[in-house]
């Protein structure tokens, strides 16, 4: 009987030893908690602090009359600053994005911006990942529907497996437009428009999948439009390959040199050389073109009667947005390019004349 009484006080002893012990490590990791926020607020407010006083010393120098030389080494210094807080440890301090309201109506209000720079690295190495998986089968499922249609369907696609492969890119367009407000939030400089892109393109894969897909009669001339789709399609995948293939290199080349984020990922026409850009270019361009004819032709065949339903207006309007909106943005690119190559011979310039004038002195 002893025994037993001894043995229930010896457990009694030892679970008030280990409630005492849960106090004690939850009272020193409330004030750990609580000083490594105290730590984090004043680092936020210190990285906000100098990243305004960068942004502001530049507006400045911009706008002054300083030598271009000095100009220049002073950009050069500003950039150098701005890119150590952007890339370094100091860049999980500074004021993140907005997450905006497609994040918040899929995943609610959380926050999904990364502190440390493994994960988001894992973040934008997954989207790559994403990117070139799909690359394929948006080229793969397109040819094979064009290919069975010939083969084995008479000329006349069947609704099922058209609905299937629309479905499949509403999946494709919501996984990159998810992937990229997530990098957007960690600090990716992924331009605004690629990502409204990809609502559009979500948008007419979900009105496109209530069209109906009419046969006979006269299926070939009820799915033009979805026949030229399924072409533009390819012709998007293949340039979706020629992007991943030439244009990362580059940019993992440009990140190596500080002229990109480790954030920074390839879409659009984004980070080429000259060699890439000549392929590159008139392919997107004529993309863009096929994007618009299609658009435009869908319209046509709404408005002569012979396919009148919403969704091929609304499907046609949204290739023409889209189409227009991916010009822009490509011509806007070669602009950039073009007053950065001339930035850089008047800088080459300058200095070719300085070392001559030097060698003649000496």
């Known amino acids: 009987m002893g025994d037993s009484t001894t043995v229930e006080r010896d457990f009694v002893e030892e679970a008030s030893r280990i409630v005492e012990q849960a106090k004690e490590l939850q009272d020193a990791a409330s004030s750990l908690i609580s000083r490594t926020t105290r730590e984090e607020d004043s680092l936020r407010q210190k990285a906000k602090s100098l990243d305004s006083s960068v942004q502001q010393l530049r507006s400045s120098v911009r706008k002054s009359k300083l030598d271009y030389n000095q100009a ?66 948006f080229l793969l499922f397109p040819s094979l529907l064009l290919g069975l249609r010939s083969w084995m369907w008479d000329g006349c696609l069947p609704a099922l497996p058209v609905q299937l492969y629309q479905a499949w890119l509403l999946y494709l367009y919501t996984g990159l437009a998810l992937r990229e407000n997530i990098l957007r939030a960690n600090g990716s400089d ?36 979805v026949q030229l789709f399924l072409k533009w399609a390819i012709m998007q995948g293949v340039a979706m390959l020629l992007q991943n293939r030439y244009q ?111 060698t003649k002195s000496s």
């Open 72 to 137: 220049e080494k002073l950009e050069e210094e500003l950039f150098k600053a701005s890119y150590v807080l952007s890339e370094g440890d100091a860049a999980a301090f500074l004021p993140s994005k907005s997450h905006g309201g497609f994040l918040r109506m899929f995943l609610g209000p959380i926050n999904v911006r990364a502190n440390r720079k493994d994960v988001q690295f894992k973040v934008k190495e997954e989207y790559n990942s994403f990117r070139d998986r799909t690359a394929y089968l």
């Open 190 to 225: 992924i331009r605004p428009w690629w990502i409204k892109h990809h609502y559009c393109a979500m948008a007419m894969a979900l009105i496109s999948l209530t069209w109906e897909i009419e046969r006979q009669p006269d299926c070939s001339q009820k799915q033009r439009g």
């Open 248 to 358: 990362r290199q580059r940019l993992y080349t440009r990140i190596a040199l500080g002229k990109a984020r480790r954030m920074d990922v390839v879409w659009g026409e984004t980070a080429g050389v000259d060699g890439q850009l000549l392929l590159l270019f008139p392919v997107l361009f004529v993309l863009q073109g096929f994007e618009a004819y299609v658009g435009v032709l869908l319209l046509k065949t709404a408005f002569i009667g012979v396919v009148s339903e919403w969704q091929v207006v609304t499907c046609g309007i949204l290739l023409i947005i889209m189409a227009v909106g991916n010009f822009a943005n490509t011509v806007q690119t070669l602009v950039t390019k073009s007053r950065v190559k001339a930035k850089m011979k008047r800088g080459k310039s300058k200095q070719d004349l300085k070392s001559e004038s030097g």
